[in-house]
């Protein structure tokens, strides 16, 4: 990696932490076996979103999959009354100056009832159509698919699965949990992505955090039908 590529995923990495709450009770058996498959799904999504560049259609394909809702379509709930101005790093990574408008969007995406992701994201609205910046300011459309006739690119800066159902070391015998007829405890937050998106002019547009609950896993598991 070079020193500038370097300098500027470190200056991302460090304008924002975000904490673990505490663990749900989603609806999955704590046994073995349920584990061993609550871990290739994390691992799988993680996977698939580290595969594609847009998230929002990667969850609606999980949607859909997963049957989460007759409806798979993935719309954003937008909290307005969250505000995170652009710091610094921020500004680096997205290549403008104190002077340039940067706007900041945090929403909820869901699908159905499930929320599956909340997604902090700090823009730079000239370097979209007027068209995009309406949609994104008075609709629910989620941000990759209001901007998805850029054909954006995606750049991961971090990837990390936040919770882990087995312990380091069990595919090497470590001991694993014993089952239990209690329900899994999930923590509220299971996935976090940090990335920024550019577009055909090579330009990055958008910073965003995103973090993927409990509730991408809340359908019925083999296990416990």
């Known amino acids: 990696m070079d020193i500038a590529r370097k300098t500027t995923v470190t200056s991302f990495l ?3 932490s975000l904490s673990v709450p505490a663990f749900a009770d989603p609806s999955i058996p704590d046994s073995r076996i349920s584990r061993l498959e609550t871990l290739a799904l994390l691992n799988g999504l993680n996977a698939d979103l580290l ?3 847009s998230a929002t259609l990667t969850l609606d394909r999980w949607c859909e999959t997963h049957h989460l809702s007759s409806d798979s379509k993935i719309v954003a709930e937008q909290d307005n009354s969250t505000q995170k101005n652009a710091d610094a790093d921020v500004r680096k990574l997205l290549h403008v100056d104190a002077n340039d408008l940067v706007k900041y969007r945090h929403v909820k995406l869901s699908c159905g009832d ?3 992701s909340e997604a902090d994201n700090w823009y730079v609205p000239g370097r ?8 994104l300011e ?3 459309t989620a941000f990759g698919r209001a901007v998805q006739a850029l054909h954006f690119e995606r750049h991961t800066l ?3 699965v936040l919770w882990k159902p087995l312990p380091d070391g069990w595919e090497m015998g470590a001991a694993l949990p014993p089952s239990s007829g209690d329900r899994l405890k ?3 937050y299971v996935i976090q992505h940090k990335a920024f998106l550019t577009g055909p002019d090579g330009l990055p547009f958008s910073a965003l955090i995103e973090t993927y609950t409990d509730e991408v896993l809340d359908f019925p598991f083999p296990a416990s039908k």
């Open 14 to 16: 460090a304008f924002i």
């Open 51 to 53: 595969g594609h560049d």
């Open 114 to 116: 499930h929320v599956l």
């Open 128 to 135: 979209l159509t007027p068209e995009m910046n309406h949609v």
């Open 138 to 140: 008075a609709t629910n």
């Open 158 to 160: 971090s990837a990390e």
């Open 186 to 188: 999930v923590p509220k």
